[in-house]
């Protein structure tokens, strides 16, 4: 029964090449695990990989690796950018700039998504291949308010699972959280649940434990600043980044289907390797 | 004897002006602050309500120790010694007068109590060297004497002074050393989770606090403010206008519980305040502040804030048990502190015993997520779905329902309620109610303080 789904996830991650349009609403019944991983050597990206180059253990037990992407799958970059009070003035216009640049680093069938949160959470513009339109949202964005940073990140997760792309997340916030409903460690859950990568760029003198965990848990990084003149020299290179990581995809054997699944990921030519620390799966 | 007091009143107006000897800047203020007083319309900006708010900080703290002396004296005109003590503070500090300033004070005294024909002001020759506004003062507070209520000026200085400190009570000045008797207060600003400016500020509030210890009810002849209702609905008011204007002082709600200790709003305004306290915002800003030598911020952990929370509620529920807001709010830090079968049964009694939409949907989102720690899902789902009906502008019982939707690994339900969040998605602070959740309880702080100057507006007591 595995076998048969994990050819299906097969198949989407490969079609979704050509047809874009498919919704991912078989997937929560596959059990196929993808994990991104950016393998470097020296700092440098590592390229040309095979299915045969990689090492997955799930929960210690070596796995049988299907799959390995890289470059050819187009990305699902969703921006959740902090709109509360304090970014207005400069911080706001570094971020438009940033978006602008991140916008533009984009390829023709990439696809972005805009989501701001204030005290509430604003899906400015859905996943779509219209950069511009994206660029026009985030002009339009206004700061205003308190900040909901947990509720924001974990809408800004379910719009990148929203497509079977492979979901890139940047969350910017210069604030601590003052208004989400929900608590972090139910959004962390859901992280560790998600194929979606977090990146994140905390500004100024906030505690970013959220934010430390949240890219943790996802195998992403963050960034911690304290200004933001180079802003968009960390989206590039957040973008860069992500472009040369690979997509590596199995399905699970002989392990417990529900809980915490610790990953180990090897080159077996070596190289660092980097990689989302487990996942969640069950209820 | 109405009558004979105006005639004096007319020829003290002559006499005073050449009669009285000069006096410091000290005590002409204290006078022009009883004129003040006795022009104030409680609850508006009018002339004597600016004069008062102009003085600078160190003024109304130097007026704080002067208003303590004349206070004293009112009681007692023959006292010539002033112990002051800062509120919280063991140690007393001596005030000494010049004999001008101190003759001048007990004239004030004479006059603010009503006291201008009782021996002790007749020696003085109060009459004589009190002007027409003085001696109107004198009149009413006389007037109030005699309806049994020997409390005129201190009553009507502390909504002077509230009216001061709630116009502006942001206004900080630079910080300077302590120097004189008067407390030192320091106000921090917040804004989105930091501290923005630490001042100090002025003691407007410390002044109506002190005035109202000093009252006595009726039939008394000491000061006694817990037996006066005056006072206790001027805290409650108070303290729920501080609530909703997010302007925190610990110190008001402690000295509150220190003269009400069974009053159920007092308790639960005390909860709510700690409750507020533990909220990342506050603790972060706090944390984050330097504080001068010597001074510390009255405020725990986010833990022992919510444990604090957690014994004012409880008493306030055992005096009240149908006090459904503080079961609500009761069943909300419980759910904070982490026993969330606790929670359930406190926000069960807050369903039973109120009937306000708000606290229901408070109630219903709360319990939503008492019951998800419980593992219970489907009940969860079942009280964020009634949140969601009880509030359908609201964002928060969605993203909840999103939630709970992830954890079951249901995404197309997730995605399915995210996409109402973005739909409700508004700038509106009144779509979701748990935006303002840490200002709710003081949602009537309006109606209270209207309910509390109503008996001294014109016409209601001169």
């Not at chain 1, 998600?194 to 963050?222: I, K, M, N, P, Q």
């Not at chain 2, 197309?412 to 109610?433: C, H, K, T």
Request: proline letters at 4%.
């Amino acid at each position: 029964m595995s076998a048969r789904l994990a050819s299906v996830v097969v198949f989407v991650a490969a079609s979704t090449l050509v047809a874009r349009a498919q919704n991912a609403a078989f997937s929560t019944k596959v059990e196929a695990v993808r994990v991104d991983v950016l393998v470097t050597d020296k700092g440098q990206p590592v390229r040309g990989l095979t299915p045969a180059d990689f090492e997955i253990f799930d929960n210690g037990v070596l796995q049988q690796v299907d799959l390995v992407s890289f470059e050819q799958i187009p990305l699902n970059v969703i921006l959740a950018l902090d709109m509360s009070d304090s970014v207005a003035g400069e911080r706001l216009d570094h971020l438009r700039i940033a978006g602008h640049a991140l916008l533009n680093g984009l390829k023709k069938d990439d696809q972005a998504a805009l989501v701001t949160f204030r005290r509430d959470v604003t899906l400015d513009a859905d996943l779509t291949t219209d950069a511009a339109a994206v660029r026009a949202a985030l002009d339009e964005a206004e700061p205003a308010g308190a900040t909901a940073l947990v509720d924001g990140a974990y809408s800004a997760i379910v719009v990148g699972e929203s497509d079977v792309g492979r979901a890139l997340l940047i969350v910017f916030s210069d604030g601590l959280d003052t208004s989400s409903w929900l608590p972090s460690e139910s959004v962390l859950e859901s992280a560790k649940r998600s194929d979606v990568v977090a990146y994140a760029v905390s500004v100024g003198r906030a505690r970013a434990e959220f934010l430390r965990d949240l890219t943790s848990f996802t195998g992403g990084r963050l960034f911690e600043i304290e200004k933001t003149a180079n802003l968009s020299a960390i989206f590039l290179s957040v973008l860069e980044e992500f472009r040369q990581r690979y997509l590596v995809s199995y399905t699970p054997h002989g392990v417990a289907r529900d809980g915490w699944h610790r990953l180990t990921v090897r080159v077996k030519r070596g190289g660092t390797v980097k990689a989302r620390p487990g996942y969640l799966a069950g209820s | 004897m109405r009558r004979s007091l105006a005639a004096l009143l007319c020829l003290a107006g002559v006499v005073v002006n050449a009669a009285a000897p000069p006096v410091s800047p000290r005590i002409a203020r204290v006078e022009r602050w009883l004129k003040a007083v006795l022009t104030h319309e409680p609850g508006t900006s009018d002339d004597a309500f600016g004069a008062v708010a102009a003085w600078p900080m160190a003024s109304v703290g130097a007026l704080w120790v002067d208003l303590n002396s004349l206070v004293a004296l009112m009681r007692n005109p023959r006292i010539a010694r002033f112990d002051i003590r800062q509120p919280g503070q063991r140690v007393t500090q001596s005030i000494r007068y010049t004999p001008n300033d101190m003759h001048r004070l007990r004239i004030l005294a004479c006059a603010a109590a009503g006291l201008v024909q009782h021996q002790e002001c007749l020696a003085l020759k109060a009459g004589a060297e009190t002007d027409g506004d003085l001696l109107r003062l004198a009149r009413l507070a006389e007037a109030s004497v005699r309806r049994g209520d020997a409390n005129y000026v201190l009553r009507r200085g502390a909504l002077l002074h509230t009216d001061v400190a709630m116009a502006s009570p942001a206004a900080t000045e630079p910080i300077e050393p302590p120097g004189s008797a008067a407390p030192q207060r320091l106000r921090l600003s917040l804004d989105d989770g930091f501290g923005k400016g630490l001042g100090q500020s002025a003691v407007h509030w410390e002044i109506a606090r002190m005035l109202l210890d000093h009252v006595q009810p009726a039939g008394s002849d000491k000061a006694d403010p817990a037996h006066d209702d005056m006072v206790r609905r001027w805290y409650r008011a108070t303290a729920a206008w501080m609530q909703s204007r997010e302007n925190y002082e610990t110190l008001h709600l402690d000295r509150a519980r220190g003269i009400f200790p069974d009053d159920p709003d007092i308790l639960f305004l005390n909860g709510a305040l700690h409750e507020t306290y533990a909220a990342p915002h506050i603790q972060s800003a706090v944390h984050g502040v330097s504080l001068p030598s010597g001074m510390t911020f009255d405020l725990d952990s986010d833990h022992g804030e919510f444990r604090r929370a957690e014994g004012f509620l409880r008493r306030a529920v055992t005096l009240q048990p149908d006090f459904s807001e503080a079961h609500l709010r009761l069943g909300h830090v419980l759910l904070r502190l982490g026993k969330p079968a606790d929670a359930v049964k406190e926000l069960t009694q807050a369903i039973a015993t109120g009937d306000d939409d708000l606290l229901r949907y408070y109630a219903a989102l709360f319990s939503g997520a008492a019951r998800e720690a419980l593992g219970d899902f489907e009940a969860a789902a079942e009280s964020y779905a009634r949140a969601a009906e009880l509030q359908p502008s609201a964002q928060s019982p969605h993203l909840a329902l999103s939630s709970i939707a992830r954890r079951r690994g249901d995404r197309s339900g997730a995605l399915r309620e995210i996409r109402l969040v973005f739909e409700l998605a508004s700038g509106s602070e009144d779509d979701d109610p748990w935006w303002t959740y840490h200002t709710a309880q003081a949602r009537n702080a309006d109606d209270l303080l209207a309910e509390l100057i109503q008996p001294f507006l014109s016409g209601s007591d001169r």
